[in-house]
């Protein structure tokens, strides 16, 4: 055991000895990580837009002050005069509003387009100002109710209303199928599997054909080392390689990016650990079977890209056809990118990912296996 | 007892039989040299007593006991020096010998404390902190000869430990097992070096094609030519046919014969002068005589009809 950690040990520092080293498992993906999130984002996050409406209140009494709130609860944000450019859209609240909605006359607000403004969010601002009007109408009949007509010019009346929990509240969710992972939840999670696979398969096949040319394994051989503790340190190297850059990402993803992990953040871990025991144990076959640094570079590196676009690291698998679902599942890829949208995109609890976990060990128990059957010094 | 047996060993590669029924022996204390050139089976020999391949027939014996019967055991008691230049270039000579003391079975810090006592006897305590790859080609062989060394091995195979360094490196490190072999360790070495077999080596086994041809002390050696000296006539060689020279065949023995050159040895305890009368007699024109002592190369070419360094 004791040699397996030494061997395990002494990898990751030589690893760390090289400069392209940092570059591929630290900036690279980084980038990668950034540029997937922000293309995947969509024009704005799509949780909680808030487009920029010019508001001209020409209204000193409370209502108007009161209807602007209301824009705000409503998902606006207001914009000033002296900022014109920035509006979307436009609202010019009259004068006598205020005075005219107790006086129970109707009152004109107008709705305009701001120059230089496209359709953008056109259509969702004035659903929204429809809304205020509305849940203005609703506090105005609540007043009206609960104070009798004085309390209409009553604020802190109006007020007390518009901050009282609703009665009936609407809980959406998207029915029938799961919400695509979008953003940095989908580029983090996508770039980790990928370049944990790339990373482990390349260096470590890479590193170990070097070891055979320069006659490393075969000095490792001649001492009191058995074969077993052989491969399975230079597993536990390439686990530890991986472990370093699990930290990264996830630390980045979660300080850098703002991705919430979910509360199964033991859960993400033991994924990703799992899985990089099995992208670590293929490393060592293909550095087993292959013979030459070239081919072992050229072979992982074409592998390692399939895996990943097939696996969903590039897109989501919820908006690819079926025959690509399948796919996917035929590869660890696929499974550890399941178990991580589970629990990062769609809050799943551990119960949710014992089935890929389950499928993930098999396939690094076979991949160690023939890891162990191919190994020669 | 001898510390390493081998005995009989055979070992082919496809059609081709790269070692054929070499046996040999070397006592503790003792430095055994294995002389051929390049492609002799040196390395195949080695590597079957290092455990790297199973003799396809033969046996290894480690310290009185079988090596396959505990390869772990023999592994334990031995050190290898690879010809090629095994080590992790990127990290430091310090950390290659620390870790490959842990290899051998040290603690890390018994590793440590042995990784600097061999820095110091191969001079290497000064650029003991920088990454190998920025060492010259002698100081990596110190370092790849420090590698084997860490657990003091009783058994040290050396695989032609100074391929590829200056004469002054080759010095250093030939000085330098020459220290192991007065401490007691047994020390197999090859080499297709004459000088380090001459200069170092106890006794000698040559190799060629895969079998043992002669072995024993570089004495011994020289004896199978007929004694301490050679006769090397040079001049037009071309037609000259020793058999057709009367008697010749009783007095002399033929090592060498080329168009310019002929090596000869006298038979039994003659005087030399009297040898040299007879040669500047024959029917030849030879233009130079001279006599020297015989080297391994004439005992190689006695033996296999060519030039060690061909």
Not at chain 1, 22 to 50: Q, T
Not at chain 1, 319 to 348: E, M, N, R, Y
Not at chain 2, 121 to 128: K, V
């Amino acid at each position: 055991m004791r040699r397996i950690l030494d061997i395990g040990h002494n990898d990751l520092r030589v690893f760390f000895k090289s400069k392209t080293a940092y570059v591929w498992l630290f900036i690279v993906p980084f980038a990668f990580v950034y540029f997937m999130g922000f293309a995947s984002r969509g024009p704005g996050d799509p949780a909680n837009p808030r487009p920029p409406l010019l508001v001209e209140n020409l209204d000193t009494n409370f209502l108007g002050r009161i209807f602007l709130d209301e824009l705000g609860a409503q998902g606006m944000a207001i914009v000033d005069p002296t900022n014109r450019a920035a509006a979307e859209r436009g609202l010019r609240i009259p004068a006598d509003f205020t005075q005219r909605v107790l006086n129970h006359q109707q009152s004109k607000v107008e709705f305009f387009e701001t120059e230089g403004s496209g359709a953008g969010n056109a259509a969702m601002i004035e659903l929204r100002v429809v809304r205020a009007l509305i849940a203005i109408n609703s506090h105005l009949i609540e007043v009206a109710t609960q104070h009798g007509e004085s309390g209409l010019t009553d604020e802190a009346a109006f007020r007390a209303v518009m901050h009282a929990p609703n009665p009936v509240n609407l809980n959406a969710h998207f029915a029938g199928r799961k919400p695509v992972p979008s953003g940095f939840n989908f580029s983090l999670p996508g770039n980790l599997v990928m370049y944990l696979m790339m990373n482990l398969l390349i260096f470590g096949g890479a590193a170990l054909a070097g070891e055979r040319r320069n006659g490393v394994l075969r000095r490792l051989a001649v001492h009191p080392v058995r074969r077993g503790e052989l491969v399975m340190g230079k597993i536990y190297g390439l686990m530890l390689l991986g472990a370093v850059q699990i930290a990264f990402f996830l630390a980045v993803g979660k300080f850098v990016f703002g991705v919430n992990l979910g509360a199964n953040l033991p859960a993400v871990t033991l994924t990703l650990l799992v899985f990089a025991w099995v992208a670590g144990s293929l490393g060592v076959l293909a550095g087993s079977v292959l013979k030459a640094e070239d081919r072992v570079v050229g072979v992982c590196v074409l592998a390692s890209l399939a895996m990943a676009a097939l696996g969903g690291c590039w897109w989501p698998l919820e908006i690819a056809p079926d025959a690509l679902k399948v796919i996917a599942h035929c590869l660890p890829t696929g499974w550890a990118l399941d178990a991580l949208h589970q629990l990062i995109s769609f809050g799943s609890g551990f119960g949710a990912v014992v089935k890929p976990l389950a499928v993930l060990l098999v396939f690094g128990g076979v991949a160690n296996l023939l890891a162990a059957r191919f190994f020669r010094v | 007892m001898p510390f390493l047996h081998a005995h009989r060993l055979g070992k082919s590669f496809g059609e081709v039989r790269a070692v054929d029924g070499v046996s040999f022996e070397v006592q503790a204390g003792e430095l055994y040299g294995l002389l051929g050139p390049n492609g002799a089976g040196k390395t195949t020999t080695i590597s079957m007593i290092a455990g790297l391949l199973k003799p396809d027939a033969g046996e290894v014996t480690v310290d009185g006991t079988p090596f396959w019967s505990d390869p772990q055991r023999a592994k334990r008691i031995m050190g290898v020096v690879p010809q090629e230049l095994a080590l992790y270039e990127e990290l430091t000579a310090r950390e290659n010998l620390e870790f490959w003391g842990r290899m051998a079975g040290l603690t890390p810090r018994d590793a440590r404390q042995r990784a600097g006592e061999l820095l110091a006897a191969l001079s290497l305590t000064d650029r003991a902190r920088d990454a190998v790859k920025t060492y010259s080609g002698g100081m990596k062989r110190r370092v790849n000869l420090g590698c084997a060394l860490l657990h003091h091995p009783k058994l040290l195979l050396l695989d032609e430990p100074t391929v590829g360094i200056d004469p002054q490196a080759r010095l250093n490190i030939l000085e330098f097992i020459r220290g192991l072999r007065a401490n007691g360790t047994a020390i197999l070495y090859t080499t297709h070096y004459l000088e380090e077999a001459e200069t170092l080596c106890q006794r000698i086994g040559i190799i060629d094609h895969g079998r043992l041809l002669a072995e024993g002390t570089l004495g011994e050696l020289q004896e199978r030519l007929g004694g301490d000296r050679l006769f090397v006539l040079e001049g037009d060689l071309s037609g000259a046919q020793p058999d057709a020279w009367p008697g010749f065949r009783e007095r002399f023995r033929v090592i060498q014969q080329a168009e310019k050159q002929l090596v000869v040895a006298a038979v039994g305890q003659r005087d030399p002068s009297d040898c040299l009368k007879e040669l500047l007699a024959l029917p030849v024109r030879a233009e130079n005589v001279t006599l020297k002592r015989p080297s391994l190369n004439d005992v190689f070419l006695q033996l296999t009809g060519r030039d060690l360094r061909e």
